[in-house]
């Protein structure tokens, strides 16, 4: 592997900065605050951070919504700040990937203030306007990412047309087909590039082009919302071939700077579709969406895990999360006796490990009662469980923490070998020394049901029991292997094929008898 390629194995910490760590008592996290806490990353054993937005935005989709791509929110602090950030991380070997929001602005952004000002402004043509459709309503029937928000089109009284929205109203869609588009955002690259970041997180980076006729999608995946995967129909207002040209010019830009890397998120789980965004000229690596829409079954998990490793170009990687921003938590979604297994299982597969904050200590989704979040994910975007005061903040948090925040924090997980904090810390540090799971081939094994194995390179074996019964496995050839790493810690020395309740198992089998 070429020393450039760093990513190929990172494990990537995702900082929501807004809810991660508080410096000044206004209750809402800030950049200082995510410096102050470096600590707890670097102890990790994460190789590089994936901020969430942290720049100018009237927070409508909570920095989703950018109204000024080269700066940083007041909320969050300064550009000197970021900078500070970079060069702390980097002292302490890790790297700073920021989130790229290119499909829209917010409505905030001068570009946009421009655009809805005058039907000849130069600048009408950066978004995508469009008259009503004959006898009045929308141009067409495409419909907002967010239940909530309708139609993906608001009618702007000074100028008479609509304007396209894939989320919010907040959020009007660039038009990716104006190359001075296209040439703002590669500014906008450059800028933080230059600024040391290692890459960047490309949100809904399937989004970029639409239909330029602005035809109705047809009535089999009108209803979708989001990506819709029909075996023949395809929608019109996104997953168009024409983005991967866009997000070619972006590699190109990346590669020039040697080292750095694009993350898609792609928010489409058919898997040939999605094999297509990564790896190759396009963007180095994509989300595996699927991975965290399984339900807590090993054959799902195994089909899922295969069915897009089969069709990846040669030698690319996905990148498997568990929860993130956008989707609720592992506690929440399998129960607490399984965060085990399951971190055990995205940080052993072959490719990018991405660990959304408060995951390594198993917080779980806590809504609030009043909600703030448009589309209903305040549950899993509470404040970081530091301590067993809270430790957040000196203030009023945003979001109120969790109610467990006293029993599941950082101050009682730390020293504890038998926490889920330091499971992760033991497979992370693992995982840095092996060749076998830092580059070693995936297969997935037969096994029982119940029970989903698979080798890492040669002969490192990972066996997770998705049951709370003890389970029995096989592997042709072998009837032992020696633990290497385990959920509990009470395992050593070698043992039979063989698994605990809610057990991750991770052996060096010998040679084949
Ligand atoms: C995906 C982001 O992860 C999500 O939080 C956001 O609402 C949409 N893209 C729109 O930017």
Same mark, same amino acid.
């Given at each position: 592997?070429?020393?450039?390629?760093?990513?190929?194995?990172?494990?990537?910490?995702?900082?929501?900065?807004?809810?991660?760590?508080?410096?000044?008592?206004?209750?809402?996290?800030?950049?200082?605050?995510?410096?102050?806490?470096?600590?707890?990353?670097?102890?990790?054993?994460?190789?590089?951070?994936?901020?969430? @937005?942290?720049?100018?935005?009237?927070?409508?989709?909570?920095?989703?919504?950018?109204?000024?791509?080269?700066?940083?929110?007041?909320?969050?602090?300064?550009?000197?700040?970021?900078?500070?950030?970079?060069?702390?991380?980097?002292?302490?070997?890790?790297? $700073?990937?920021?989130?790229?929001?290119?499909?829209?602005?917010?409505?905030?952004?001068?570009?946009?203030?421009?655009?809805?000002?005058?039907?000849?402004?130069?600048?009408?043509?950066?978004?995508?306007?469009?008259?009503?459709?004959?006898?009045?309503?929308?141009?067409?029937?495409?419909? +907002?990412?967010?239940?909530?928000?309708?139609?993906?089109?608001?009618?702007?009284?000074?100028?008479?047309?609509?304007?396209?929205?894939?989320?919010?109203?907040?959020?009007?869609?660039?038009?990716?087909?104006?190359?001075?588009?296209?040439?703002?955002?590669?500014?906008?690259?450059?800028?933080? %590039?230059?600024?040391?970041?290692?890459?960047?997180?490309?949100?809904?980076?399937?989004? %970029?082009?639409?239909? @330029?006729?602005?035809?109705?999608?047809?009535?089999?995946?009108?209803?979708?919302? /989001?990506?819709?995967?029909?075996?023949?129909?395809? *929608?019109?207002?996104?997953?168009?071939?024409?983005?991967?040209?866009?997000?070619?010019?972006?590699?190109?830009?990346?590669?020039?700077?040697?080292?750095?890397?694009? =993350?898609?998120?792609? !928010? $489409?789980?058919?898997?040939?579709?999605?094999?297509?965004?990564?790896?190759?000229?396009?963007?180095?690596?994509?989300?595996?969406?699927?991975?965290?829409? *399984?339900?807590?079954?090993?054959?799902?998990?195994?089909?899922?895990?295969?069915?897009?490793?089969?069709?990846?170009?040669?030698?690319?990687?996905?990148?498997?999360? %568990?929860?993130?921003?956008?989707?609720?938590?592992?506690? +929440?979604?399998?129960?607490?006796?399984?965060?085990?297994?399951?971190?055990?299982?995205? %940080?052993?597969?072959?490719?990018?490990?991405?660990?959304?904050?408060?995951?390594? $200590?198993?917080?779980?989704?806590?809504? @609030?009662?009043?909600?703030?979040?448009?589309?209903?994910?305040?549950?899993?975007?509470?404040?970081?469980?530091?301590?067993?005061?809270?430790?957040?903040? &000196?203030?009023? @948090?945003?979001? !109120?923490?969790? !109610?467990?925040?006293?029993?599941?924090?950082?101050?009682?997980?730390?020293?504890?070998?038998?926490?889920?904090?330091?499971?992760?810390?033991?497979? $992370?540090?693992?995982? /840095?020394?092996?060749?076998?799971?830092?580059?070693?081939?995936?297969?997935?094994?037969?096994?029982?049901?119940?029970?989903?194995?698979?080798?890492? #390179?040669?002969?490192?074996?990972?066996?997770?029991?998705?049951?709370?019964?003890?389970?029995?496995?096989?592997?042709? #050839?072998?009837?032992?292997?020696?633990?290497?790493?385990? &959920?509990? &810690?009470?395992? &050593?020395?070698?043992?039979?094929?063989?698994?605990? !309740?809610?057990?991750? =198992?991770?052996?060096?089998?010998?040679?084949?008898?």
């Amino acid at each position: 592997m070429a020393a450039d390629e760093w990513w190929r194995d990172a494990v990537v910490y995702q900082v929501y900065p807004r809810s991660f760590a508080d410096s000044d008592g206004d209750g809402i996290g800030d950049l200082r605050g995510v410096v102050d806490r470096l600590d707890h990353v670097e102890r990790l054993g994460a190789d590089a951070i994936w901020l969430s @937005p942290f720049y100018p935005s009237p927070q409508v989709d909570f920095g989703y919504d950018i109204s000024d791509y080269e700066s940083v929110d007041p909320e969050y602090g300064t550009l000197d700040d970021f900078d500070d950030l970079v060069a702390e991380a980097g002292r302490r070997g890790l790297r $700073i990937v920021v989130d790229l929001v290119m499909n829209h602005t917010s409505d905030e952004h001068a570009w946009f203030v421009e655009s809805r000002s005058d039907r000849s402004n130069p600048k009408r043509d950066w978004y995508i306007w469009a008259d009503p459709r004959p006898g009045g309503g929308p141009p067409n029937n495409w419909l +907002s990412s967010f239940e909530k928000c309708g139609a993906a089109w608001t009618f702007d009284d000074r100028t008479g047309q609509y304007y396209l929205h894939s989320f919010t109203a907040g959020q009007p869609d660039l038009n990716w087909r104006n190359p001075d588009v296209r040439a703002a955002m590669g500014k906008v690259w450059r800028f933080w %590039l230059d600024r040391g970041v290692a890459g960047f997180r490309i949100d809904v980076a399937h989004r %970029l082009m639409k239909d @330029p006729d602005l035809r109705d999608n047809p009535p089999e995946v009108a209803h979708a919302r /989001r990506h819709f995967s029909h075996p023949v129909v395809r *929608q019109r207002n996104l997953d168009l071939p024409e983005t991967h040209d866009v997000l070619r010019e972006l590699r190109e830009v990346l590669d020039g700077y040697g080292d750095r890397f694009a =993350l898609g998120e792609v !928010p $489409i789980s058919d898997d040939a579709r999605l094999a297509e965004y990564f790896g190759g000229d396009g963007m180095q690596t994509a989300f595996h969406i699927a991975f965290w829409e *399984q339900p807590w079954d090993a054959s799902a998990f195994r089909a899922c895990v295969d069915g897009l490793a089969g069709r990846m170009r040669p030698g690319s990687l996905p990148t498997y999360a %568990l929860a993130t921003h956008d989707i609720s938590r592992t506690v +929440s979604r399998y129960g607490a006796a399984r965060a085990g297994v399951a971190a055990m299982m995205m %940080l052993t597969l072959r490719g990018v490990a991405c660990v959304y904050y408060g995951e390594e $200590i198993g917080m779980s989704d806590a809504p @609030p009662d009043e909600a703030r979040d448009v589309d209903g994910r305040d549950g899993q975007r509470t404040p970081m469980q530091w301590d067993d005061t809270g430790g957040f903040t &000196t203030g009023e @948090p945003w979001l !109120p923490m969790a !109610p467990g925040h006293g029993e599941v924090n950082v101050g009682r997980q730390l020293d504890d070998p038998d926490s889920l904090l330091s499971l992760y810390r033991r497979v $992370i540090a693992y995982r /840095r020394g092996s060749e076998d799971l830092r580059r070693g081939g995936y297969r997935s094994l037969d096994t029982p049901p119940g029970v989903f194995a698979y080798l890492r #390179g040669e002969n490192l074996l990972v066996a997770l029991n998705f049951t709370g019964r003890p389970a029995s496995f096989t592997v042709p #050839g072998h009837t032992e292997g020696r633990v290497e790493l385990s &959920t509990r &810690t009470d395992r &050593t020395g070698v043992v039979p094929l063989r698994l605990e !309740p809610d057990e991750g =198992l991770v052996l060096r089998l010998g040679p084949v008898r």
